[in-house]
């Protein structure tokens, strides 16, 4: 059963599209969308740090203070840019092959996403999303794993794992210039900086890794096998608790 309309906070009814019964006041002239969409082309164009309430007024051509008639604070506008970024999953989503396909297929689009907007890794997570879209694709990741006999705890826990480390593994190649070729050059900086720096005897171990050329390479082909070989971790850790 649905929660009563006065349960929910003001955006989350909008967002749902549930009624409040009459309320008082001209009608709203828009939809938390539009909200949603203005936040994010300013974030797209700016970054995070730029969407605020008289930013996301002036785009909309609106007073900031007439934004409080469909959010409540700046938290709320996060969650809805980041429903609107993610959007409704593909058609199909994790619908073929083993369950390890299937949550690979899942996981892949969650990065996708991630990629078009990388901005929703450094969002506040300060709650959990509830949004339609976002629960859309938390139901399809939890499909994922028919077949497996896993209870939806556990699902449920493995998806806010694969979530945290896929959201992790995007900032921080994002913040470290992964996408960027002029930055991703940096990654042999840092390889002849280490290798001035440290000395087998008393860095042995690392001083192996570093000649092992694994630093050298810190763009896009770095950003996919390191994504894949812990996003492998987790599955095996999946699977090993499967057969248990």
Known sequence: MMPSATALPRYLQLMWGITQGSRRGPKPRLAVGDIARAAMEIADADGLDAVSMKAIA???????????????????????????????????????GDWRARVTAWTMAIVDRQLAHPWTTALPMTRPPAGPHTLRWTDAGIAAFDGTGLPDAQRLSTLLLISGFTRNHVRMSADMGAFDPERASSADHYTTVLSQVIDADRYPNLSRSVASGYLDDGGVDFFDEELRFGLDLILDGVAARIVD
């Not at 506008?77 to 994790?94: S, T």
Request: aromatic share 12%; glycine share 6%.
């Open 58 to 96: 002036e785009r909309l051509d609106l007073t900031p203070m007439s934004l409080y008639r469909y959010v409540e604070a700046k938290e709320d506008v996060y969650e809805l840019m980041f429903d609107e970024a993610y959007g409704p999953p593909p058609p199909g989503l994790a619908t073929e």
